[in-house]
């Protein structure tokens, strides 16, 4: 399964701590599934860059809060009946996403109505999205 994060922006300043989390989370993913994180400059370069066939998740505050489990429970919908297409999680510029966006989306996950800093949103949807894979592989959860 080819799952990708689509970015508005580059990843900014020098803090070591989170370029690190977030290198470990890429690699931990890419033994789970064929994975990449794209940077793009806007919006308009994210669409124009997405796959006709890609399966798109905005996170948006707008959108569904959903459980970890349910998040695998995606990913696990996605692996069985996705017919092979891409599976994209997008995360939008400081302003968020666009009408155009959130009308492209199957679906708007949010981790909650609170301001959440774009570089902690990267990290925090890498890190469930390795959750989801270890829940899909019957790794022990916390939660069980």
Do not use: N, W
């Amino acid at each position: 399964m080819k799952v990708s994060i689509a970015v508005v922006g580059r990843l900014k300043g020098s803090d070591a701590a989170l370029a690190s989390a977030e290198a470990e989370y890429v690699k931990r993913l890419r033994r789970a599934c064929t994975f990449e994180l794209v940077e793009h400059k806007d919006e308009p370069a994210l669409l124009a860059a997405l796959p006709a066939a890609a399966h798109l998740y905005a996170l948006d505050e707008r959108g569904e809060q959903l459980t970890s489990r349910q998040l695998a429970d995606l990913l696990g919908a996605e692996q069985l009946h996705g017919g092979g297409a891409p599976v994209v999680f997008a995360i939008g510029g400081a302003d968020g996403h666009s009408d155009a966006v959130r009308a492209r989306a199957r679906k708007l996950i949010a981790f909650g109505r609170i301001t959440i800093a774009h570089r902690l949103v990267r990290l925090l949807l890498l890190e469930q999205l390795y959750r989801g894979f270890s829940i899909l592989r019957g790794e022990p959860y916390h939660r069980d």
